[in-house]
């Protein structure tokens, strides 16, 4: 048994400890905010913070998470109060949404290390991978949470 703390809920799990994180998250654990994209860490729907920093969870092992601090989007702000939800929705970031919750988690994690970032660090940060190309709108809502953090 793994035992992981997740969403501040510790979870024991029967798993190998190379499955990775993403299918702990999705398939045993059941927290389905947390997408599957690429499968090689390349397009960050997947991400969720792991000790505060952004982790693409395809990849990484499970056993790298015990005993750290797992967050997903579920986590992040149950009600959806967290700065970058509410930038997101005003400023109507998602078309299809199939991306947005690694996006979202993504973007916080930037947001807790540098809390006004300017376009570079937004371009060097956020590699995510959005298909319907809101990339506008998602550094318009960046700067938004970034002056309400």
Known sequence: MIALTVNG??????????MPLLWVLRDVIGLTGVKFGCGMALCGACTVHVNGEAVRSCVLPVSVAVGKKVVTI??????GTHPVQRAWVAQQVPQCGYCQSGMVMAVAALLAKKPAPTDADIDAEITNICRCGTYTRIRQAIHAAAKKA
């Open 9 to 18: 809920k510790t979870h024991s799990v029967d798993v190998s400890p190379e």
């Open 74 to 79: 579920e986590g992040l702000a149950p009600n």
